[in-house]
């Protein structure tokens, strides 16, 4: 629980920092996004690892060969 404490609070003050910028008003919705963006990143290349790694192949269970 505290990582994601310490994440808002962390992503809060981020945004806080941006209110009082040129942005203003859009500044916390800007950093909101960078923070989307960078959490699609890394699971964007997992899920490509995934669909292109090869399937391992099962050997037959020892039990279905016997009649």
Excluded: C, D, K, Q
């Amino acid at each position: 629980m505290t990582r994601i404490n310490l994440g808002t609070a962390i992503g809060s003050w981020i945004a806080g920092i941006a209110l009082e910028t040129f942005l203003g008003a859009t500044g916390p919705v800007v950093v909101g996004t960078v923070i989307a963006v960078l959490y699609f990143i890394p699971l964007g290349l997992l899920v490509a690892r995934e669909r292109t790694a090869v399937p391992l192949r099962r050997s037959p269970h020892p039990s279905s060969s016997r009649a």
